[in-house]
């Protein structure tokens, strides 16, 4: 059943996204996953406790966390299966997936740039990273864009794709709730160190595979890219955010990464491919062309399963 689903899913979300009308009325599934993940802070991570009871707060987090996405999504789907099939439960799947909201959030930048209306660009693309963005010239904003892009195209797309055809919904709002818990308290500053240790690990964890397999299809989809892929992909912080974005830099013949401001303090972070680092709007638009077809691929990829079972 995962695969019609899968398939479903895809389509559903390409045509639909999620609505502003509709986040406004009832916002969006991970917001409940903030909010445990908020209330779990509040009282397990408080700065008076000891490291040690600091993780063991973060691992119980992360536990009930991982409980709620995949209880949840056991329940709803029995429900839905039960109601309407498996349209039902593709309806269910659509909010977790990411493929138009993503790009729906990248357009605007490259459209800010082409008319030459740098702050606007700069506000857009705050909406998809957490860099300082004032300071940030055209070929900065562009950049960062890109670079969103492409990690995103892993965590947001590839990744949820991925335990959804594993796991059918359990699976899906699982990682989603482990991919927010990451975004949230998986970070490297004191407040979040021990704390957040475990939801960071198993984000890792739960994005080694797919975050090849994407970087393996915007290789494919880019027609190269696969040499400074296996090159450059270790160069992120990230074990897997890296192979995404080493491969659209590669792919697009782009350099992209590099010393990057979070919080007024400049990260001097490596260089991730050989080509250009002055990017422009038409390398944004480049992206997300490429982006596209890599979507493209995932229902490849989904229909295929489908076939073969």
Known sequence: MAEPVALAALAGEAAL???????????????????????????????ERPDARRRAGGVATIVLVVAAGAGGGWIVQALADRALGWIGVALLAVPGLAQRSLDDHVRPVARALEAGDLDAARAAVARIVGRDVAALDEAGVARAAVESLAESFCDGVAAPLFWLLVGGLPGLWAYKGVNTADSLIGHYEPRWRAFGWAAARLDDAANWVPARLAGGLICLCGGGGWRVMRRDARRHASPNAGWTEAAMAGALDLRLAGPVAYDGVVADKPWIGAGRAELTARDVRRALGLYRRACVALWIVAGAVAWRR
């Open 17 to 47: 996204g999620w609505p502003a009308w509709l986040y406004a009325r009832v916002g969006h599934p991970v917001g409940g996953f903030a909010r445990l993940i908020g209330a779990c802070e509040r009282r397990w991570n408080r700065v």
